[in-house]
């Protein structure tokens, strides 16, 4: 697929260069295993119980499905990633894969995680940004009962210890946001379910507020399968003139459609998701454009694996007479996926990066698991990685 101008996102040559042969066709069988929802099912519930059992397959999930999508168990060993994806040009979006652990210790723990991934990020020449979910930070609980703001606006809601609770949250992502203004690396605030969504946007205001004035420290994140996102996104833009502060925004399509669906129709509300892909691909290429037209106070994330929804930004940064390596414009795919977008992209000198997971394996493995189902559920991805791996490997022996 090509854009006039130089970028072509085909070439599978340089999209993996950076992969051996024996890299690839791990990847070929990776993704043809989990591309059976079968499959993935029975795996999602048996490998937690192997793992308790004390079963040797760690080693077999480390040089197999840990190895495509992490960048290593710690931060040091994620290095050797980072350095290998910096030497093409890609750069990297440092994330803490553990799932959240409810409990206030837990939470002090994945901040301190969290302020040493920002350190490291500033030591490296690649890693502009540290991704923060805030579920890591706070009970869902508590978020769940802020999501009632009319509610506690009216002073139904009185709990001080939630008060304190949530004063805790705010002085665990001011500690983070500190460091990351002090060593110029970006914080990238992940959405999450519409029913914790609201303290996660108020508080992500509030600190893009306080941390934009002069650079974009916070991004927060909008996901257009919503449809009231775009308004929310430009009503964020508002705010942001109004307030005298910058606006980050990543944008995405949105990565719990099935939960949300699910709970409206349970609990008998509508609900909150675009009635089909095509109304979500149309507010996402809406919001990437409104935020190029507005580049003047809004710094744009695009993260996507949409090849059509990248491509088409691309032409109209042309159209508008953006470089290609405009510093208000950054696109994102996630490690072990669409490498053809994301090598392809920094070829050509966009600003590109790889969201790339660390920590401990048996930690990860909720996070494993969202991509084997996300690759066996999601129409056309896999397929697609399968078709380019499959083409590399035909171009490598062909040139033999
Ligand atoms: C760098 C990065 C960071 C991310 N951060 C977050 C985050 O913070 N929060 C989050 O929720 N997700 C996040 N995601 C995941 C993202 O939301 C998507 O799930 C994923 O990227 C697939 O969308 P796509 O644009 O890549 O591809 P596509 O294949 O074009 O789109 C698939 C997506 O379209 C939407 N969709 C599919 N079918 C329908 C339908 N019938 N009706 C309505 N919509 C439909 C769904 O959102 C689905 O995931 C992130 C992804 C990346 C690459």
Known sequence: MNVSMNLSLDNTQHAFAYKSNADLRKALFLFSVIQSPLVVSIATNVTPFLMK????????????????????????NSARVTKQLGSYGVQVILDYGVEAKEGEENFDAVTEKIIEAVAFAATEKNVPFVSVKLT???????????????????????SESQTGEWDRVRERMYAICDIANEKGIGILIDAEETWIQDPIDRLAIELMGVYNKEKVVVYNTYQLYRHDRLHFLKLSHQLAVEGNFLLGAKIVRGAYMEKERERALAMNYPSPIHVDKNATDIDF??????????????????ASHNEQSNLSIVTKMQEIGMSNNDHKVHFSQLFGMSDHISFNMALENYNVSKYLPFG???????????????NSSVNGQTNRELLLIRKELARRKAKK
Not at 136 to 154: D, I, K, V, Y
């Open 360 to 374: 401990p394996i048996q930690d990860v493995i909720p996070y494993l698991m969202r991509r084997a189902q996300e």
């Open 53 to 76: 059992s004390g079963l040797p397959i760690n080693g077999i999930i480390r040089s197999t499905i840990f190895k495509q999508f992490v960048g290593g168990e710690t931060l040091e």
């Open 285 to 302: 290429d809406a919001a990437a454009l409104y935020c190029i037209q507005n580049k003047e106070n809004i710094s744009l994330i695009l």
């Open 136 to 158: 890591g930070l706070a009970s869902m609980n508590l978020l769940e009962t802020l999501n009632e703001a009319p509610r506690l606006r009216s002073g139904i809601h009185d």
